[in-house]
């Protein structure tokens, strides 16, 4: 059986993620700060069918995360797809003209420094087995910016050009890259933005392997 790991799982999106993965015969592996939020999650899958376990990890310290994703091969073998999408409300948003380097150098390491370490764990076995996926999730605001949300946006642009280059780099190696920007507030009542409906679409992304970029917009009522 094929092994995602989802980083930054949580109850809304990256649950569902699991859940539609999960429907395909794909092991889940759960990477989160918090264990019992993680045991809760992997409850609920266990309940519908699915292999899951959780591994805690902590995107602002790197060695858990190379630590989370030991335990992962450890339990399931390689990971053939890794979804990254944690986010951390408390860094807060700061206005365009109120950015400062020490506003924006925590979103930054968050959001690039994290996906870059994540990717650092499974891009080996990918590359030796010619095979395998990488998805990375963002705002809408890497795409189309908004300026409350100014720093997250920076660093969120910065993670997409990343993702996209690496698309580059690995597709001729036989691994798929893909950026994922979604524009919905999830969650909140329309129903392209439900998180079951969003997590389908990164399955369809998979199977088809059609492009390196989607984003996703739910934006009305």
Same mark, same amino acid.
């Given at each position: 059986? %094929? $092994?995602?790991?989802?980083?930054?799982?949580?109850?809304?999106?990256?649950?569902?993620?699991?859940?539609?993965?999960? +429907?395909?015969?794909?092991?889940?592996?759960?990477?989160? /700060?918090? =264990?019992?939020?993680?045991?809760?999650?992997?409850?609920?899958?266990? =309940?519908?069918?699915?292999?899951?376990?959780?591994?805690?990890?902590?995107?602002?310290?790197?060695?858990?995360?190379? @630590?989370?994703?030991? /335990?992962?091969? @450890?339990?399931?073998?390689?990971?053939?797809?890794?979804?990254?999408?944690?986010?951390?409300? #408390?860094?807060?948003?700061?206005?365009?003209?109120? $950015?400062? %380097?020490?506003?924006?150098?925590?979103? &930054?390491?968050?959001?690039?420094?994290? =996906?870059?370490? #994540?990717?650092?764990?499974?891009? *080996?076995?990918? &590359?030796?087995?010619?095979?395998?996926?990488?998805?990375?999730?963002?705002?809408?605001?890497? &795409?189309? %910016?908004?300026?409350?949300?100014?720093?997250?946006?920076? #660093?969120? +642009?910065?993670? /997409?050009?990343?993702?996209?280059?690496?698309?580059?780099?690995?597709? %001729?190696?036989?691994?798929?890259?893909?950026? &994922?920007?979604?524009?919905?507030?999830?969650?909140?009542?329309?129903?392209?933005?439900?998180?079951?409906?969003? #997590? /389908?679409?990164?399955?369809?992304?998979? @199977?088809?392997?059609?492009? *390196? @970029?989607?984003?996703?917009?739910?934006?009305?009522?």
């Amino acid at each position: 059986m %094929p $092994v995602i790991a989802i980083v930054g799982a949580g109850p809304g999106l990256g649950i569902q993620i699991a859940h539609a993965f999960g +429907a395909k015969g794909f092991k889940v592996a759960l990477v989160a /700060r918090n =264990a019992g939020k993680l045991d809760a999650l992997v409850a609920e899958l266990h =309940a519908e069918g699915i292999e899951a376990a959780g591994f805690t990890g902590d995107i602002g310290k790197p060695e858990t995360v190379a @630590e989370a994703f030991t /335990r992962i091969k @450890e339990r399931f073998g390689p990971v053939d797809v890794l979804e990254f999408s944690p986010a951390d409300q #408390a860094l807060g948003a700061t206005g365009v003209l109120e $950015v400062t %380097p020490e506003t924006l150098q925590p979103q &930054i390491d968050f959001y690039i420094t994290g =996906a870059i370490q #994540a990717v650092k764990q499974v891009a *080996p076995d990918m &590359i030796a087995a010619k095979s395998g996926a990488i998805l990375i999730t963002t705002g809408g605001g890497s &795409i189309t %910016p908004v300026p409350f949300l100014a720093n997250i946006n920076i #660093a969120a +642009a910065g993670l /997409r050009n990343w993702t996209l280059n690496l698309h580059n780099e690995l597709k %001729p190696q036989g691994i798929y890259v893909a950026h &994922i920007a979604i524009s919905a507030w999830i969650g909140a009542g329309h129903p392209g933005a439900a998180p079951d409906v969003i #997590a /389908r679409s990164y399955v369809e992304l998979y @199977e088809t392997r059609a492009e *390196p @970029e989607l984003h996703y917009i739910a934006l009305g009522k």
